[in-house]
């Protein structure tokens, strides 16, 4: 599913090629634990469902560590 979320660090809206279904996105706005819901994501494809920060993004405000 293409999702677009706007970068809290840029401000520039990113979109990305995300495996996540709809029901899956629902369950996670109604509350439940991201990493419950969808526990198959990488840590960097739910980093930008909750933020909008992508990698290299986030690579370039707190480098590689």
């Given amino acids: 599913m293409q999702i677009t979320r706007r ?3 840029s401000g ?3 979109t990305r090629e995300i495996a996540v ?3 899956q996105l629902e369950r996670w706005k109604a509350g439940a ?3 419950n ?3 198959d994501l990488s ?3 739910r980093e930008f469902l909750m933020t909008g920060i992508t ?3 986030w690579t370039e ?3 590689d560590s």
Avoid: A, H, Y
């Fill in 7 to 9: 970068s809290p660090f």
């Fill in 12 to 14: 520039t809206w990113n």
């Fill in 21 to 23: 279904t709809p029901e």
């Fill in 33 to 35: 634990l991201i990493q």
């Fill in 37 to 39: 819901v969808m526990p």
């Fill in 43 to 45: 840590v960097d494809d």
């Fill in 55 to 57: 990698p290299e993004e």
């Fill in 61 to 63: 405000t707190f480098g």
